[in-house]
């Protein structure tokens, strides 16, 4: 089973600040998939294929990465921004992995 | 529009069946994958399984012996039936659809349904 490590696990950012959270894989993936998942809602896809931004997502957020290091970058904080957000792999054989979430709060 | 709604009971006793139904709108179950997630008081996700377009099944290792995923494609919906449960169990279930094809994510999600294991 391939192991997702999410760091932080909880940061503050101010509105304008600019946010890197990481996810770091246990294997070698050849994708990473990110979730934002806002209190008491179901996790919605927010980024595919490790830089693809899912319909609807706001072009201040990016994804990079390849291998076992991913990352997921806010270009300037806003206040919707905060949230719980988590990576995933889904490689051809399963099982597939989450990461424990970084939870991301407004300042 | 594709949907997906879980439902189900919130309360289950230790030992006993959990029985979960997600039926979806707006998509062909007989098209793409189709999975159970679940969130754990604490935030931590874990996939438990999936049944296929063609019915063809995979679960996770850390529940194969207690987890069945089967579906009725005459009225959409698929089912997720965990045998002997714990306290630890105790998560908000999703269902969700994922891609086809050799890499997996979660484009469409349902809202989430509660199920609480306790006597």
């Known amino acids: 089973e391939i192991v997702l490590t999410q760091s932080p696990t909880t940061m503050a950012a101010s509105p304008g600040e600019k946010v890197t959270l990481t996810c770091r894989a246990s294997?070698?993936?050849?994708?990473m998939h990110w979730y934002q998942q806002r209190s008491g809602t179901s996790p919605k896809l927010w980024i595919y294929?490790?830089?693809k931004l899912a319909s609807g997502v706001p072009n201040r957020f990016s994804g990079s990465g390849s291998g076992t290091s991913y990352s997921l970058t806010i270009n300037s904080m806003e206040t919707e921004d905060a949230a719980t957000y988590y990576c995933?792999?889904?490689?051809?054989?399963?099982?597939?992995?989450f990461g424990g979430g970084t939870k991301l709060e407004l300042k | 529009e594709v949907q997906l709604q879980e439902s189900g009971p919130g309360l289950v006793k230790p030992s006993q069946s959990l029985s979960l139904t997600c039926s979806v709108t707006?998509?062909?179950?007989?098209?793409?994958?189709w999975g159970w997630i679940r969130k754990f008081p604490g935030n931590k996700m874990e996939w438990m399984g999936y049944?296929?377009?063609?019915?063809?099944?995979s679960y996770n290792p850390s529940l194969k012996s207690r987890i069945s995923i089967t579906r009725d494609t005459s009225k959409n919906q698929f089912f997720l039936q965990l045998n002997s449960v714990t306290t630890e169990d105790t998560a908000t279930y999703y269902c969700?659809?994922?891609?086809?094809?050799?890499?997996?994510?979660?484009?469409?999600w349902g809202q989430g349904t509660l199920v609480t294991v306790s006597s």
């Open positions: 969700a659809r994922s891609t086809r094809g050799t890499v997996h994510w979660f484009a469409y």
């Open positions: 707006g998509y062909s179950i007989t098209s793409n994958y």
């Open positions: 049944i296929s377009y063609s019915g063809s099944t």
């Open positions: 294997s070698s993936v050849s994708y």
């Open positions: 294929e490790t830089s």
């Open positions: 995933q792999q889904g490689s051809s054989y399963p099982p597939w992995t």
